[in-house]
Structure formats: structure tokens, C-alpha cells
């Protein structure tokens, strides 16, 4: 499994709060369990206990990508560092369910969660696998939906590091929000011409009396 991947577990984890609208997903040990995705057996070590330490781990991920959004790569690198440094990864390599075409282990480097609890294993692996985004790709590539009130992370993916939306449907609103406003402008625009244009005939009409 590439390193990559692992960052999906940072967007996910932040994403399940939408702060704007006062919703939190993470609220019962089973929407811990369905943050880990494939990855079952982590999933079974959640208790109760993890539900209060899953939010605050949440929280100093989305302060990375509120720092990278607000171009503070010093601060995202530094708040990062210092999860990396309280969740420490064991990166081995693996071979399982990868085969070639001769039936050999397609090797590939695996982050093996952490064995103490359910947080502490989730929270390395986010944490590793934001820092290999970073690294690899720029602070700039972390970011925050731009279509109020969503404020959802994402991590920029795109060529020409364009991407300002978490998904398309925000992308969708956004445009037709920005449309709606250039609509509204151009109406307001026309009517002020209009009213201008009715107050000089009015005061030429006047001054031909």
C-alpha cells in the first residue's frame, strides 16, 4: 500500500465535523470503527474511550490545514511534527494481496498501526501519511473548501495545483453562487445607469423651461 494513501485517513477524520453548521459525525465507537475503512481488525480495538480521543486528535489536524490554507507552512509543519512525534509510525514492508503475474509479492512499504489503542494507531497513520503529502507534493497542496459555509480539508491533487473545492458538489454551488452575484451586480449596474440617465433628461427638460 503506497504512503499516499494514508493521507485519505487525515481528510477523513477532520471531514467528519462541519464546524459552520454545528455537525459532528463522530459521536458512537461505530463511527470510529467506519473511519478505519478496510482496515477491520484496527477497527475492532475501538472503545467508547476513543470517541473523546479521535476529537481531539481531529482538532490538531484540522489546525494543519488551517495553517497551510492560511499559507503558514512553519506553523502546518510544526503542529504536524508534533503528532508525529506522539503517534511514531512502524513502517514495514509487505507483500500481502499484491501478486505479479508469476504469483510473487508485489512488495510495498506498510505502516503497521500502533498496538496500544484504536486512536493511537489511527492518528500515526494520519499523521505519516499527511507528512508524505506535504513533503512530497507542497503545503500549498493541503487546503479548505472555499464554498462557504463548507470548510471541509481536502488535499490538492490536481496538475496545475488549481483545486479550491472538497468535492463538485461545492464546486457546483460555488459557481452558481458566483454567477448569481455577477447577475445581481449587472442588474444593479443597469438599474443605476437607468436612474442616471432619467435624472439627466429631467434636468435638461428643466433647464429648456
Known amino acids: 500500500m503506497e504512503l499516499a494513501y494514508y493521507s485519505d485517513y487525515a481528510v477523513r477524520l477532520v471531514n467528519s465535523e462541519d464546524p459552520a453548521r454545528g455537525k459532528d459525525t463522530l459521536t458512537s465507537v461505530e463511527a470510529v470503527r467506519h473511519l478505519f475503512g478496510v482496515s477491520k481488525d484496527a477497527a475492532r480495538r ?3 474511550a476513543d470517541v473523546s480521543r479521535f476529537r481531539s486528535v481531529r482538532a490538531r489536524l484540522r489546525a494543519v490545514f488551517e495553517a497551510a490554507d492560511e499559507g503558514d507552512e512553519t506553523l502546518a509543519v510544526n503542529l504536524l511534527n508534533s503528532l508525529l512525534l506522539e503517534f511514531p509510525v512502524s513502517p514495514q514492508i509487505s507483500g500481502h ?12 512499504m506498510h505502516l503497521a498501526d500502533h498496538p ?3 486512536t493511537a494507531g489511527y492518528a500515526a497513520i494520519a499523521a505519516m501519511g499527511l507528512a508524505f503529502h506535504l513533503t512530497e507534493y507542497g503545503v500549498d497542496r493541503l487546503g479548505l473548501c472555499e464554498a462557504a459555509p463548507c470548510r471541509n480539508a481536502y488535499l490538492d491533487t490536481s496538475t496545475n495545483r488549481s483545486r479550491r473545492y472538497c468535492s463538485d458538489r461545492c464546486a457546483t454551488r ?15 449596474r443597469s438599474d443605476s445607469t437607468g436612474r442616471t440617465a432619467d435624472s439627466a433628461q429631467s434636468t435638461s427638460a428643466n433647464g429648456e423651461r
Open 46 to 48: 475501538a472503545t467508547e
Open 97 to 108: 494481496d499484491f501478486r505479479d503475474d508469476d504469483g510473487r509479492p508485489l512488495w510495498h
Open 116 to 118: 496500544s489503542n484504536a
Open 174 to 188: 460555488a459557481n452558481v453562487a458566483a454567477y448569481r452575484a455577477r447577475k445581481r451586480l449587472e442588474a444593479d
